[in-house]
C-alpha cells in the first residue's frame, strides 16, 4: 500500500520549494512574475466572493464566476506562501466559505466535469497552501473537506472514459481533493488513472489525438497535456514518477517534444486550429525543470516566459521556473 504525505504544502509546491523562489524574487523571470502575482492578490483581496448558487450551469456566466474566483483563492494561497501576511490566507477562507456554503457538490452535467474539473483543483490549491495558517479554521477546513468528498464521490460515478477529453482533468480533479479530504482512496484512483488516460490520448508518436468534446486544435492539445502534467505534479510531490512513466510506449517527454514544432510553427498542425486565448508555453516551464531538454529551452527562448495558466498552476515561471541561460 502507498504511503502519502498529508503535511501541508504538498500539492504543488512544497515548503523546501516555497523557500527556493522567495531567496530568486530579486532577479528575472521572477521578480516580473512575482509583482503580478502580487497585482492579482491586491485585486482578490478588495472584491467580494461570487459563488454558483446551487447547481453550476453549463453558462459562460457561471464558467467565469467559478473560473474568477478559484484562481482568486489560488493567488491569495501563494500570495500567502511568500509573503507569511495572514490577511491573504483569510480573505482565501472568505472565498472558500462562500463557496462551499453555496454551490451543490455535484457535477449536474457532462459539460461540467470539464468545466469543474478544471477549475477547482487552482482553488483547492490555495487551500494547500493556506492550511497551516490561523485565518483557516479547524471548523472551515472540515465543512470544505466534506463538499470536496462529495464533489469527488459524485464525479467517481460520473468518471470519463479514458480516452474522452475530460479524462485527464477528472484524475487531475481527484489527486487535488485527496489532499483536502484527506483520504488516500483519491490518490489511488488518480495516480492508477495515468497510464490510462496517457495511453487513450496519446499517439505512439507523441501527439495528443483528437478526442471527444474536443475541437481538435492544437490549444486542446496542450490543454489534455497540462491534464497529464498537473497530475504528475501532485504524484511528484507524493515521491511518485509520472513524469517518465510508459504506457503502451507512450510517455510524457515525448509526448512534449512531439509539441514542440507544433508550438513554435514550424511543423503545421493536422487537423482544425481554433484560438482560446491560451498559449500553454507555461508548460515548457515544467517540462525544462523535470527534463532540462535544450528543445524545452527553445520554446521559452522563442516565446517568452510570460506565460500564467489561468486554470491551476497560476504563474509557472514564478513557481516552478529554474535558471535558464540567455532567458529573463
Not at 524574487?25 to 478588495?46: G, H, I, K, N, T
Not at 498537473?230 to 510524457?252: F, K, M, P, S, W
Not at 486550429?273 to 523535470?290: C, M, N, P
Request: overall charge negative; proline content about 5%; some cysteine.
Amino acid at each position: 500500500m502507498t504511503s502519502y504525505t498529508f503535511r501541508r504544502p504538498a500539492m504543488y509546491l512544497n515548503a523546501g520549494e516555497i523557500a527556493t523562489i522567495k531567496g530568486r524574487l530579486d532577479r528575472e523571470p521572477w521578480a516580473r512574475a512575482f509583482d503580478r502575482l502580487m497585482d492579482s492578490a491586491a485585486v482578490a483581496l478588495d472584491r467580494e466572493p461570487d459563488p454558483v448558487q446551487g447547481d453550476c450551469a453549463d453558462t459562460s456566466a457561471d464558467r467565469a464566476r467559478l473560473s474568477r474566483d478559484c484562481c482568486a483563492v489560488r493567488d491569495l494561497g501563494l500570495a500567502f506562501a511568500l509573503t507569511g501576511e495572514e490577511r491573504y490566507a483569510r480573505r482565501a477562507a472568505a472565498y472558500l466559505i462562500a463557496w462551499f456554503g453555496a454551490m451543490s457538490p455535484c457535477f449536474p452535467s457532462a459539460p461540467s466535469v470539464m468545466d469543474l474539473c478544471t477549475t477547482l483543483p487552482a482553488m483547492f490549491y490555495g487551500v494547500d497552501l493556506i492550511w497551516r495558517s490561523r485565518g483557516f479554521t479547524g471548523e472551515d477546513k472540515a465543512h470544505l473537506a466534506a463538499w470536496a468528498d462529495e464533489l469527488a464521490c459524485d464525479l467517481e460515478e460520473k468518471r470519463p472514459a479514458p480516452h474522452d477529453s475530460a479524462a485527464g482533468w477528472a484524475l487531475t480533479f481527484f489527486a487535488a481533493s485527496a489532499l483536502v479530504v484527506e483520504d488516500p482512496r483519491w490518490f489511488d484512483l488518480a495516480f492508477d488513472g495515468f497510464r490510462s488516460s496517457l495511453a487513450g490520448q496519446v499517439e505512439p508518436d507523441g501527439r495528443v489525438t483528437c478526442q471527444k468534446g474536443c475541437a481538435g486544435g492544437l490549444s486542446d492539445a496542450l490543454l489534455a497535456l497540462k491534464a497529464l502534467t498537473c497530475l504528475a505534479e501532485v504524484a511528484r510531490h507524493q515521491g511518485i514518477d509520472l513524469y517518465n512513466a510508459v504506457a503502451d510506449g507512450r510517455n510524457l517527454k515525448t509526448t512534449y517534444l512531439r509539441h514542440v514544432p507544433f508550438l513554435l510553427g514550424d511543423e503545421a498542425w493536422p487537423g482544425s486550429e481554433r484560438s482560446v486565448g491560451e498559449s500553454h508555453t507555461e508548460l515548457y516551464e515544467i517540462a525544462f525543470r523535470v527534463w532540462g531538454d535544450e528543445a524545452f529551452a527553445g520554446v521559452l527562448r522563442q516565446r517568452g516566459r510570460n506565460a500564467c495558466d489561468g486554470r491551476i498552476l497560476g504563474p509557472v515561471a514564478l513557481t516552478h521556473g529554474v535558471e535558464l541561460t540567455g532567458v529573463a
